[in-house]
């Protein structure tokens, strides 16, 4: 995967591993997570839905996962624009639904393509996880995918700083971490610290609810320490 910002040189490709594996995730050195595997919890979860609330405006957004061997997160840094509502936070690639939108979900696809350069025909569709709620009165519609690793993605520094990767085993060890500590207020309070920045509101909600969906289905190869130690492989 090359990811492309204006005016700067392309990074060194991120190599992607083969995708004929099993559909069990397993942790230990590494997460392995497969398109059917997340079907088969998808089919038989229950998800939040949409609000009564009229008012709230419908946003769709993208969790993408890449790479089934060892699956990452893609996530944006918004702009360091002066006045922007959401300057330098951490979001998920997506938009507001526009009136010739069919569907949110092809709201989802259209933004996903405007803002990283990534093609419908390069994401396999694993579904929708339901609507989370904005302080800001939006309504947004999550959807999941499987990318292909294709790319290049390619991004408008006017609106994005940067895009992250982020580590799946890394973002499970943070969060099981956080609830061992007793986190009084679920996913209304829970934060994520990756490298310099933090990911917290409802960017971090939705990370929440995805990680309690998938971690029940978790199989450790190994003894439970090891998937919460610092000193265990899965530190980074």
């Known amino acids: 995967m090359q990811i492309v910002r204006a005016n700067r040189p392309a ?9 004929h594996m099993s559909n069990v995730i397993t942790f230990n050195n590494d997460i392995k997570i497969t398109s059917r595997c997340l ?27 890449f790479d089934p061997g060892r699956p990452r997160i893609l996530a944006i840094q918004k702009s360091d624009r002066y006045g922007y509502p959401w300057r330098n936070q951490i979001a998920l690639p997506g ?24 093609p419908r025909n390069q994401v396999d569709l694993i579904g929708s996880m339901g609507h989370f709620q904005t302080i800001h009165h939006k309504d947004i519609e999550v959807f999941v995918g499987m990318w292909d690793g294709r790319g290049p993605v390619r991004y408008d ?19 099981m971490s956080s609830v061992s500590s007793g986190n009084p207020s679920g996913s209304e ?44 492989p899965l530190a980074p």
């Open 11 to 19: 990074p060194k490709p991120i190599q992607t591993a083969p995708q």
């Open 189 to 232: 309070a829970i934060t994520y610290p990756f490298k310099d920045v933090v990911i917290w509101g409802v960017t971090a909600k939705i990370l929440y609810h995805f990680i309690e969906l998938i971690y029940p289905k978790v199989t450790s190869t190994g003894p439970a320490p090891d998937i919460l130690s610092g000193s265990s």
């Open 39 to 65: 079907k088969d919890i998808f089919s038989s979860a229950t998800f939040p839905g949409a609000p009564d609330d009229p008012e709230y405006q419908p946003t769709c957004v993208f969790l993408l996962l």
């Open 95 to 118: 938009g507001h639904r526009d009136q010739d939108d069919p569907s949110a979900m092809d709201t989802a696809f259209r933004e996903l393509d405007e803002e990283l350069g990534i």
């Open 157 to 175: 520094a006017e609106e994005i700083s940067r895009v992250l990767v982020i580590p799946l085993k890394k973002l499970i060890r943070l969060h």
